[in-house]
């Protein structure tokens, strides 16, 4: 019986160094947590206003609590 040839497959290249990122592509720690921080501060807020009163602190908690609900709807709205 003939055997049929295996295909080896050729040892991809290694690179001895992890690639780097362009200066321009790399951001600084402030950048990377700079939104996610305005967003926890402005969740806060609506925490805080919910729990400390009525009338127009309510209003203040349902805004501030609906901002980070908005932009995770528009973040998965771009992405599909």
């Given at each position: 019986?003939n ?43 609506g925490?805080?206003s ?11 908690s ?18 599909g």
């Amino acid at each position: 019986m003939n055997r049929p040839e295996r295909i080896r497959a050729r040892p991809q290249e290694i690179p001895s160094q992890p690639r780097r990122l362009p200066r321009a592509a790399r951001k600084s720690l402030r950048q990377v947590f700079a939104a996610p921080a305005v967003i926890a501060v402005i969740s806060l807020i609506g925490l805080v206003s919910a729990l400390t009163g009525d009338g127009l602190r309510n209003i203040v908690s349902w805004a501030a609590l609906g901002v980070p609900v908005v932009i995770a709807i528009r973040a998965w709205s771009r992405r599909g």
